[in-house]
């Protein structure tokens, strides 16, 4: 018996009006941009750089307002990249409880919305040995399909995850900096980030990503 995976609870909102244009990919015509691994082959791409750590917060509290229940987000990126730093922007976007901090010492937690929302599923896939199957054995008090769930992911482990996703890699830029720009004690604290949002599946091929910055 197959059981469905993770349907959506709640009826998806109407539909954004304008499509972007040129956006549906003709049938038999060469793809605009690598496909990559995904299996639907729906792909939705955009990088946008992003200077300090703050405005990483504004990126999440931007994204967060695209968010919905059901939504997996994937964050990847090296140690310090700034993955808790923008979920904490989604935290505070989506309106949950409690501070966005790193996970050290759970593999997951959950945020309450304080509105009507969903719950923000907060998890460091680090300790999250066997993937995210294993996070149906979590116990936790919110059902993962009607929350968002957001997964700090180590850099390269982006194997066989499920076909919606919002995958959100973020890198060191090398090149210009504040350092650069000869503000020692800026550079200690702020950086160039870029983060290149990966929308896979039919959830992300009409978000405008573009939008986010
Ligand atoms: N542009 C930037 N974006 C995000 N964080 C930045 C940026 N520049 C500097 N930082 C700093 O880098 C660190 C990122 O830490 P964190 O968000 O915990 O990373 P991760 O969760 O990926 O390990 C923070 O100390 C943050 O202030
Ligand atoms: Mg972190």
Do not use: C
């Amino acid at each position: 018996m197959e059981a469905p995976h993770h349907q959506h609870p709640v009826p998806p909102p109407p539909a954004p009006s304008g499509a972007p244009p040129g956006g549906d990919g003709a049938p038999g015509g060469l793809p605009d941009r690598p496909m990559g691994d995904s299996p639907g082959g729906v792909r939705n791409e955009r990088t946008v750089t992003v200077p300090t750590a703050e405005a990483m917060r504004e990126l999440g509290v931007r994204l967060a307002g695209r968010l919905r229940a059901g939504d997996l987000v994937l964050l990847t990126g090296e140690l310090g990249a700034g993955k808790t730093t923008l979920t904490r922007g989604l935290g505070e976007g989506l309106g949950v409880r409690g501070a966005v901090t790193s996970p050290t010492f759970v593999i997951a937690r959950v945020h309450p919305s304080l509105t009507d929302g969903p719950p923000l599923v907060h998890v460091d896939a680090y300790r999250l040995g066997g993937g995210l199957e294993e996070m149906e054995d979590l116990d936790l008090d919110v059902s993962l399909p009607e929350s968002v769930v957001v997964v700090e992911w180590g850099e390269g482990r982006v194997e066989e995850l499920t076909e919606e996703r919002l995958h959100i890699v973020i890198a060191r830029s090398t090149g210009e900096s504040a350092q650069a720009a000869g503000d020692a004690e800026q550079a200690a604290a702020d950086d160039v980030r870029t983060v290149t949002f990966h929308g896979v599946g039919e959830r992300w091929a009409r978000e405008d990503l573009a939008a986010l910055g």
